[in-house]
């Protein structure tokens, strides 16, 4: 993202907060009950962590569409005498996370009605971890997320979450249309929760080891990590 784009995270978001220059012991704070945000989002355009599932995504829709119109504003109030007059803006866009439970949620099926309707600058970002609490991804949709997007007639794609560089490329490939005026975009990156959901959830009551064990091998971090030594 550039420094202009504004991001709606859920609550896990802590790498990307780390691009914006959050302080972890910032980050903590909400955590601990001991702030109601814990950082200022006009100082790094990342909004504080939703803990209530997929209620950032109408927000992150509202505020695509009032970057819509500020920019609409700024181009009517361009001059017209051939003089240079401030420094345009740069074009901005927004990007909101959720995941694979969330995205069963009422609330992210509206956003997109309102996105496509709108043709929003901005990028639907599913992070598919497999599991909402003990109920899998299969139960919840009986095709793969992405298409969701899809009957929308948002512009959608479906990648290894656990692939950093194609998260990357994904990422920016669907920030740069929508700051092109190309409408919403949708990504949705296929992972894997590894631990347990809360303290008190335990996962081998729903999931077997076998499981678990073959997502351990295609950790993001081994796997980058042998890509950048070899």
Known sequence: SQPQDYIFPTYREHGVALTRNVDLAELLRQFRGVSNGGWNPKDTNFHLYTLVLAAQTPHAVG????????????????????????????????????????????????????????????????????????????????????????????PSVQIDGNDVLASYAATRVALDAARAGEGPQFVEAVTYRMGAHTTSDDPTKYRSSEEERWWGEHDPITRFRSYLVG
Do not use: C
């Not at 009605?113 to 109920?135: D, R």
């Open 63 to 154: 505020y695509a569409m009032g970057i819509q119109r500020d920019q609409k504003f700024a181009a009517s109030n361009a001059p017209t005498d051939g003089t240079a007059g401030h420094a345009a803006e740069p074009k901005a866009a927004v990007m909101v996370y959720f995941g694979d439970g969330a995205s069963s949620e009422g609330d992210v099926h509206e956003s997109m009605v309102f996105a496509a309707s709108y043709q929003t600058p901005e990028v639907f970002f599913l992070q598919n971890n497999q599991w909402a609490i003990s109920v899998p991804v299969s139960t919840q949709a009986r095709v793969p997320l992405y298409r969701r997007g899809d009957g929308y007639g948002i």
